[in-house]
C-alpha cells in the first residue's frame, strides 16, 4: 500500500507563488509516474501536470503552462510543484497521485494512489 502525503498549500493573492510537495511512502518516488490534479467547488476533478518516473518529461493543462512547473527529487522522495503568478482561477484543492506506467500519465483512471489533497485558494 502506498501514501502519498501532501502539503505546502494555504491561502495568498494573486500573483504569489506556492510550492506544494508530496511524499510517497512504502515504495521509492522513483517507482512511479507522478501527477498533480485539482478540484474547484462543484467542478469535475482535472488534470494539472506528470512527470515520467526519472523526471525527464513532463506535461500540462493548458492554463497552467509557463506557471507552474512539476519537479521530483528521487533521491528525496518527494514531488513538487511550482505554482508561480497564481490566479483565482486556480483555487481548488490539489491531489497528488501515482501511477504504476511508464511514461506520463494525464487520465484520473490510471493512476492507483492519491493523496488526502490540500487546499490552494488564491484571493484577488
Known amino acids: 500500500q502506498v501514501q502519498l502525503v501532501e502539503s505546502g498549500g494555504g491561502l495568498v493573492q494573486a500573483g504569489a507563488s506556492l510550492r506544494l510537495s508530496c511524499a510517497p511512502s512504502?515504495?521509492?518516488?522513483?517507482?512511479?509516474?507522478m501527477g498533480w490534479f485539482r478540484q474547484a467547488p462543484g467542478k469535475e476533478r482535472e488534470f494539472v501536470a506528470t512527470?515520467?518516473?526519472?523526471?525527464?518529461?513532463?506535461y500540462y493543462i493548458g492554463s497552467v503552462k509557463g506557471r507552474f512547473t512539476i519537479s521530483r527529487d528521487n533521491a528525496k522522495n518527494t514531488v513538487y510543484l511550482q505554482m508561480n503568478s497564481l490566479k483565482p482561477e486556480d483555487t481548488a484543492v490539489y491531489y497528488c497521485?501515482?501511477?504504476?506506467?511508464?511514461?506520463?500519465?494525464?487520465?484520473?483512471?490510471?493512476?492507483?494512489?492519491w493523496g488526502q489533497g490540500t487546499q490552494v485558494t488564491v484571493s484577488s
Open positions: 497521485a501515482a501511477s504504476r506506467r511508464a511514461g506520463m500519465v494525464v487520465t484520473t483512471a490510471l493512476y492507483d494512489y
Open positions: 512504502g515504495r521509492t518516488a522513483g517507482s512511479w509516474a
Open positions: 512527470i515520467t518516473r526519472e523526471g525527464g518529461s513532463t
